[in-house]
């Protein structure tokens, strides 16, 4: 079964609200939650690093007052698209580092499809 | 900076026939770990193999099969005898060096586009 089960699969939403992703780690610990973006025919881009109990690294780009991220336990991490716009119409996948390094980079939700209209 | 290039957009075969993704990484850093994801037209990524910098022996799984060489910087893929459940889009990812207690990102190639055909 999924370890890391991301919720909603897909969500549409009018311009100007916000909207929330929930990616949990089913029976681990994920210390460290990762958040991606995906615009079509794209790659993933990196958006952020969440680790439980602290605030989320950004990477350059991405603004943090936009993209709420909010690590509060080892089994959760939410993702909060704020004021969504058009623009913000994406694919957004969450990815957990659980373990050690013979679990590095296996771990990812099912992807939220985000449509702002 | 660590990157991935997938040079091949897009790929299209037969049914049955044999096809390699090609993957060139670039990174500074003397262990790290590469990775293949297929994702099909759902969207979910799903995790196909890791390998860690230090093993270059070439690994098999039923149809699949990956090539590491550090001379080349290069970690091909291979499918061999392709089915049209093999259509997808694969991607080809790096990762810093792994320390315990710390976040290791992944840095993803443009992806390449395996259409499979009866």
């Known amino acids: 079964g999924a370890v890391v089960s991301q919720h909603p699969s897909r969500v549409i939403c009018k311009s100007g609200t916000s909207v929330k992703i929930e990616c949990r780690s089913l029976?681990?610990?994920?210390?460290?939650m990762f958040w991606y973006r995906q615009f079509p025919k794209q790659s993933l881009m990196l958006m952020a690093t969440?680790?439980?109990?602290?605030?989320?690294?950004?990477e350059q780009g991405v603004e943090k007052d936009k993209f709420l991220i909010n690590h509060a336990s080892l089994t959760l991490s939410t993702l909060t698209v704020t004021s969504a716009h058009p623009e913000d119409s994406s694919f957004y996948i969450c990815?957990?580092?659980?373990?050690?390094?013979?679990?590095?980079?296996?771990?990812f939700g099912q992807g939220t499809r985000l449509t702002v209209v | 900076a660590q990157k991935v290039t997938q040079a091949q957009t897009e790929i299209s075969v037969v049914e049955k026939e044999d096809v390699t993704l090609d993957c060139v990484y670039e990174?500074?850093?003397?262990?790290?770990?590469l990775f293949w994801y297929k994702q099909p037209p759902s969207g979910e990524l799903v995790f196909l193999i890791r390998?860690?910098?230090?093993?270059?022996q070439n690994e098999i799984s039923g149809r699949y099969s990956w090539n590491f060489q550090k001379s080349t910087s290069s970690f091909n893929f291979t499918i061999t005898a392709s089915q049209v459940v093999d259509s997808a889009v694969y991607f080809c990812?790096?990762?810093?060096?792994?320390?315990?207690?710390?976040?290791?990102?992944?840095?993803f190639g443009t992806g390449t586009r395996l259409q499979v055909t009866l």
């Open positions: 990815s957990a580092q659980i373990g050690g390094r013979e679990t590095l980079g296996a771990f």
């Open positions: 029976d681990f610990q994920a210390t460290t």
């Open positions: 969440s680790n439980e109990g602290s605030k989320a690294t950004y």
């Open positions: 990174t500074r850093d003397t262990t790290y770990y």
């Open positions: 390998r860690n910098s230090f093993d270059e």
């Open positions: 990812a790096l990762s810093e060096p792994y320390m315990a207690g710390t976040a290791s990102k992944l840095t």
